[in-house]
């Protein structure tokens, strides 16, 4: 139903083989550098060698799309084509990193090609593309509901040959990450224009820049999701050049539309990876454990619930794979109505199977010694990340409803 062209077919048996070989067998090395990290956002060696290996056999930037091939080593891939290779990287949490395929990443990358400067490109760019920094996108605020992102009160004032930013900011992926170096900030340049999607603008901050701080690490569900991590910031009287500015001032609600589209359905890509992998350890611990007299495989609430997670993952995959060749096809606005339906639907489904997953695998489940807890708590806050899903479900319902009435 949904052909993949040769060249990806060919990536996905490398990347497959690449997890076996490197990714899976350094999951505890990860943990262990992790743990004895000098902080929570080192960056870890391993991050280091593994990267290099995966360069080295051409798995690199495989998320940039062929209309933007001028800046990768390959002739780009569709979504489509993407798709079941991030689903493989989904597999491991941490892994998309070593491709450089990581949130938010690749999408403030997609932003620098299609939306800065070529001297801005020179700077942030090439050193994104070629996995030496990392990057920030920091939009959302704690004291509006940034749900709807035209309420975003941080200020950005022209001064002369710079702009000055007073505000907050929360929720920020990646600003605690040692190597990250830059921030794409979005804030009121022009709060008064009757047009609410044109007091926007968006300014490139790098993050060693006076009166950028800190103020503390963010958790979900516990996780502080290092060494990447999530932070609250606050920007005090923090002056950039103009030149900083990326595209135009007025036009950084313009930027958010064209980068988060693409990046929704690049988390439901992963979560697809995260759930089937979950079930696959499933089936192997059910067939290993032994209650009542038979294997945990033979009872049928088990067996049910192994049916109706391979199910639901199936349906969802396809759900996907629908929205990419849509995209492909049309663009990411005209297929809004399809990425609403997978950014709603494929977090639920990989919560509710990564879910039944740890039941199976009874108190282990909870703990680091398996990967589903740390997904179940990614699965669930990609139902607020990118848009919570009540606005995508208010935006879809009423495209449908126009469409039949």
């Not at 990287?89 to 990581?102: A, Q």
């Not at 990646?174 to 224009?193: L, Q």
């Amino acid at each position: 139903m949904f052909p993949f062209s040769e060249t990806s077919l060919r990536y996905q048996q490398q990347l497959t083989a690449f997890m076996n070989e490197h990714i899976y067998p350094n999951e505890q090395e990860y943990a262990r550098q992790l743990h004895a990290a000098p902080h929570r956002n080192s960056y870890l060696p391993i991050m280091d060698e593994l990267k290099q290996k995966a360069r080295a056999a051409g798995l690199w930037n495989l998320f940039i799309p062929p209309a933007l091939a001028e800046f990768a080593d390959h002739d780009g891939f569709s979504n489509l084509d993407y798709a079941p290779m991030a689903e493989i990287m989904g597999r491991v949490i941490w892994s998309p990193e070593v491709f450089n395929c990581n949130a938010p990443d690749t999408g403030n990358m997609e932003v620098f090609m299609k939306y800065a400067t070529r001297e801005q490109q020179a700077e942030w760019l090439t050193p994104l593309l070629n996995g030496e920094i990392r990057s920030s996108y920091a939009m959302t605020e704690p004291q509006v509901a940034s749900s709807d992102a035209t309420n975003i009160e941080l200020s950005i004032v022209r001064d002369g040959q710079e702009w000055v930013l007073n505000g907050r900011k929360w929720f920020i992926t990646g600003a605690m990450y040692e190597r990250c170096k830059i921030f794409i900030v979005m804030g009121k340049s022009d709060p008064n224009n009757p047009n609410r999607h044109q007091q926007q603008t968006q300014v490139l901050v790098p993050r060693d820049t006076a009166g950028v701080e800190v103020v503390r690490p963010l958790t979900t569900l516990g996780y502080d999701d290092a060494p990447i991590g999530h932070a609250e910031l606050r920007f005090n009287n923090v002056r950039v050049p103009a030149q900083n500015v990326l595209l135009g001032e007025g036009r950084g609600f313009e930027i958010a539309q064209g980068r988060l589209g693409p990046g929704r359905i690049h988390h439901c890509m992963r979560l697809i990876g995260s759930a089937q992998r979950a079930l696959e350890l499933t089936c192997a611990r059910v067939e290993s454990r032994t209650t009542f007299g038979r294997t945990l495989s033979q009872h049928q609430s088990v067996r049910e619930d192994i049916a109706r997670s391979f199910s639901e993952i199936e349906m969802m995959r396809l759900l996907v794979l629908k929205t990419c060749a849509r995209m492909d096809e049309v663009g990411a606005k005209e297929a809004m109505d399809l990425i609403a339906a997978s950014k709603t639907s494929v977090p639920i489904m990989a919560q509710t199977v990564i879910d039944r997953c740890m039941q199976m695998h009874g108190a282990g489940g909870l703990t680091e010694d398996y990967p589903m807890a740390e997904a179940f708590n990614y699965a669930r806050w990609c139902r607020q990340a990118d848009g919570p899903d009540q606005v995508h479900l208010m935006s879809l319902g009423k495209q449908i409803i126009k469409r039949y009435a």
